[in-house]
């Protein structure tokens, strides 16, 4: 039996995805406890970080082992409880989209917090920036304390021996140029307007402006798809990905598939070119929507693709818990199609002995299950 | 008869000032009931002197008087005069006709629209108790007329279920959504938010040349 | 045992500072859609000059004066919205100075018999000091002071006394949670304090006052 608060050895490798229905988060351990954190989501009853939970129950002090926090892009369900992981993780390096290294993205930030209207991701997004103000010393030089903004092909981050067991490189795969531009479009959308009402950010789609994360350990690749979309474009999504000749040639072994395994986020030849044949698959749910992802036609399309898929919770979400008699019954007269979406973690742990790159082994917990 | 009301004064300490609707208490009086500050009654001006604010269900019954208050000696006499003198206003009953026993509340927040069903979908948070957010599916006609317009993705609701009880005890089961409401975006808003976005850029070294990663 | 029934309550915000109470009119915060135009339509005026201003709707009634401002609502259904208006209002007006503010939760039970009722009252305030100076000596009020645990820069003051709202054997419990603010921004520090902390004040409160009443009447009937 699997234990979870069991840590991974310094010379095992680790991939987790968590996700509880919605939300989701990687947290990847590249050996000798060096820990890159990928997104965050929350744990639904003590309302904290699932990364700093995780950490935490292995015995671990996400203070020094946390090396890299990618806060892949600003909607709600990747990047809650994100910057109470900064604020722990005080000398790990942040990484965000280049899409948001602009004006109108802060003008957004600082607007939800003058309406009194945040939404989770605006309101932790404007968290995230006054805790890595909170970092910078008196008379430090401007920028000094700005996140790394990642863009296609950049370097995020690169260990080699002994620091790590393997030679190791964090990549970012996207946004490409072609989609910075679009995010000025998506963003500009919500800007404040005289006379307006105020309301909450919603966070519009296509999602082209996510950071895809790409890592090589030695001779095993892992490809952490974010929420990126396809383009309709060869400059946007995965195509202008697929078109780069910057990328490392080998090919994922575990693959975080993008977008709740939506059609819209769907490459088939993303599975051919950047991707091993029968990856380890994992896909975190989104049972918010009116159509809640995966599919049964997405789920029947990524076990034509792998016979190794997982899903870290059910995507339709769980049944409510029940309230009084009374209540019941004036609910079940107004509403229909109720249903938790935010429900018990679940956590597809793969790990794997530098040794022996070709026999991870995957379990799971929680919700998680075998799709 | 007339009686004498003596003027409440207020402890010196930091909170009392908060921590009713009122300036002024009745402390005692003879021949009328006399009620706690949450009874709301009147607002009584008195000519000359001071507007204060006073609260008494003693009019409720029916007494009739006139209420003059003198800021100097700190009291204010009530004798049985015929209403209205210097009483603006009959005093109001504040209670209310109807309770709402509220059973339930959530705050929602509403992510689609679907006009052609002439619905909306909300992801609603329990403000009752710590449960995980849920999300479902609300006919547009469950919506007040009023707060029709306020329908947009985005767009913050409460939603309470209870009973309603009337006077005579009578319960009705009721569910109620009110959207929230703020002002619309102000020119000096907007000059506060552009103030901000100014210094995260400044913070954040924009106007610089960009921290960038280095290409791989 | 069953909990004993709240059967009233209301909350209420104060503000201390300076204000132009002739502003505050039902048609102008409908105006400014902090309201419905049909409550303020039906919204009934007890008076609007310069020196008060006050009136009622089916869920809120506002008293404001130079250097008081009052939102109060009896209405469980409408705490929110209450929050929702004063935080509007003053986002409008954000010049307005204030530097205090009560967060105030109001709640009557009824005790199931008058001997518990009475018991209450004797476990608030024990009697025996007491008897050798005064004949039938009753407890008409006591308030007790102190720091929440949610919030220990704030000050938390308690007023329990019979209630004149639900007869017979009420017990009215009051909440008032003072805040204090310094300085240019003094008002908009209370207004974060009103917009993040109003939740967890009032349900602070309405433990508070429950358990006071339920931990109360089980002394009773245990002594």
């Known amino acids: 039996m699997p234990s979870l608060n069991q840590p991974p050895e310094p010379d095992q490798l680790e991939v987790s995805i968590f996700g509880p229905g919605v939300g989701e988060c990687v947290v990847v351990h590249l050996g000798n406890s060096h820990w890159v954190v990928v997104d965050s989501c929350v744990e639904c009853r003590s309302k904290r970080p699932i990364a700093l939970e995780y950490l935490e129950g292995l015995g671990l002090d996400p203070a020094s082992t946390i090396k890299l926090i990618v806060v892949s892009h600003w909607h709600d369900d990747h990047i809650a409880g994100i910057a109470e992981i900064l604020g722990i993780a005080k000398s790990a390096k942040v990484v965000c989209s280049a899409a948001l290294r602009r004006a109108d993205f802060f003008t957004l930030v600082a607007s939800a917090e003058r309406a009194m209207m945040e939404s989770p991701g605006t309101a932790e997004f404007l968290r995230i920036l006054k805790t890595l103000e909170e970092r910078a010393p008196n008379g430090s030089r401007v920028g000094s304390v700005a996140p790394l903004w990642a863009i296609a092909n950049s370097l995020l981050l690169r260990l080699e021996p002994p620091v790590v067991p393997l030679s190791t490189e964090v990549q970012a795969l996207s946004p490409s140029h072609g989609a910075l531009s679009l995010a000025f479009q998506e963003i500009g959308q919500e800007f404040p307007k005289l006379g307006a009402v105020k309301r909450r950010t919603v966070a519009q789609s296509p999602n082209q402006v996510a950071i895809v994360v790409w890592m090589r350990i030695g001779d095993m690749r892992i490809l952490l798809g974010s929420d990126l979309e396809e383009g309709k474009s060869p400059t946007l999504g995965w195509q202008a990905i697929?078109?780069?000749?910057?990328?490392?040639?080998?090919?994922?072994?575990?693959?975080?598939v993008p977008h709740h395994g939506s059609k819209n986020a769907?490459?088939?030849?993303?599975?051919?070119?950047?991707?091993?044949?029968?990856?380890?698959?994992?896909?975190?749910?989104?049972?918010?929507?009116?159509?809640?992802?995966?599919?049964?036609?997405?789920?029947?399309?990524?076990?034509?693709?792998?016979?190794?898929a997982y899903v870290t919770a059910p995507p339709t979400g769980w049944s409510p818990p029940r309230r009084s008699n009374s209540v019941e019954r004036t609910v079940s007269e107004v509403v229909r199609n109720r249903r938790v979406i935010l429900g018990q973690m679940g956590h597809v742990r793969i790990r794997v002995h530098t040794t022996s790159l070709t026999s991870p082994r995957v379990d799971l917990f929680g919700t998680a299950q075998r799709l | 008869m007339q009686s004498t009301v003596s003027r409440y004064e207020p402890r010196q300490d930091r909170s009392e000032e908060t921590s009713y609707p009122s300036p002024l208490r009745p402390a005692s009086a003879h021949g009328y009931e006399l009620a706690e500050p949450e009874e709301v009654g009147a607002i009584i001006?008195?000519?000359?002197?001071?507007?204060?604010?006073?609260?008494?269900s003693s009019w409720r019954n029916g007494a009739n008087g006139h209420a003059e208050f003198s800021g100097a000696s700190g009291n204010f006499t009530i004798s049985p005069i015929s209403l209205p003198v210097q009483v603006d206003?009959?005093?109001?009953q504040h209670l209310p006709q109807h309770r709402f026993l509220v059973l339930q509340k959530w705050e929602g927040t509403v992510s689609a629209l679907k006009e052609q069903e002439k619905e909306f979908v909300a992801v609603i948070r329990d403000l009752t108790q710590t449960r995980s957010d849920e999300e479902a599916t609300f006919p547009i006609e469950e919506i007040p007329d009023s707060d029709r317009d306020l329908l947009a993705p985005g767009a913050v609701f409460y939603w309470n279920v209870g009973y309603e009880l009337n006077s005579y005890g009578q319960r009705k089961r009721v569910s109620a959504i009110r959207f929230r409401r703020l002002p619309a975006w102000t020119?000096?808003?907007i000059e506060s938010v552009r103030r901000t976005a100014e210094r995260f850029k400044g913070i954040f070294g924009l106007n610089a040349q960009p921290q960038s990663a280095a290409r791989a | 045992m069953p909990d004993i029934p709240c059967e009233a309550e209301g909350a209420h915000i104060i503000l201390v500072g300076h204000f132009n109470p002739s502003i505050f009119q039902p048609a102008w915060l409908a105006a400014h859609d902090l309201i419905r135009k049909e409550e303020a339509e039906a919204a009934k005026i007890q008076v609007i000059?310069?020196?008060?201003?006050?009136?009622?709707?089916?869920?809120?009634?506002?008293?404001?004066?130079?250097?008081?401002f009052q939102a109060l609502t009896n209405d469980p259904s409408h705490y929110e919205p209450l929050r929702d208006l004063v935080l509007g209002i003053f986002l409008l007006l954000e010049h307005t100075p204030f530097e205090k503010m009560g967060i105030n939760r109001d709640m009557h039970f009824r005790m199931p018999t008058e001997e518990a009722w009475h018991q209450l009252g004797h476990l608030l305030t024990p009697k025996e000091l007491w008897r050798s100076h005064l004949e039938k000596p009753g407890m008409e009020s006591i308030t007790i002071g102190g720091s929440p645990k949610h919030a220990p820069d704030s000050h938390l003051r308690v007023k329990v006394e019979p209630s004149t709202r639900v007869k017979p054997c009420g017990v009215y419990v009051g909440t008032n949670q003072h805040h204090q603010?310094?300085?240019p921004d003094a008002a908009r520090q209370l207004?974060?304090?009103?917009?993040?902390?109003?939740?967890?004040?009032?349900?602070?409160?309405?433990?508070?006052?429950?358990?006071?009443?339920?931990?109360?009447?089980r002394r009773a009937i245990n002594s």
């Open chain 1, 266 to 308: 769907d490459s088939p030849t993303v599975w051919t070119k950047i991707v091993k044949q029968d990856p380890i698959a994992v896909v975190t749910p989104y049972a918010s929507g009116a159509t809640p992802l995966p599919t049964l036609d997405d789920i029947s399309r990524l076990k034509r693709r792998t016979s190794r």
């Open chain 2, 89 to 92: 206003r009959v005093p109001q």
């Open chain 1, 242 to 256: 697929l078109a780069s000749d910057l990328r490392d040639g080998g090919l994922a072994d575990v693959f975080k």
């Open chain 2, 187 to 189: 020119r000096s808003e």
């Open chain 2, 45 to 56: 001006l008195s000519e000359g002197k001071e507007a204060v604010s006073f609260w008494t």
């Open chain 3, 181 to 183: 603010a310094s300085g």
């Open chain 3, 49 to 68: 000059a310069s020196e008060v201003a006050s009136f009622t709707s089916d869920w809120l009634s506002l008293v404001v004066t130079d250097d008081k």
């Open chain 3, 191 to 217: 207004m974060v304090i009103l917009r993040e902390k109003w939740q967890t004040s009032q349900e602070y409160a309405r433990v508070l006052s429950e358990n006071l009443v339920n931990e109360g009447y």
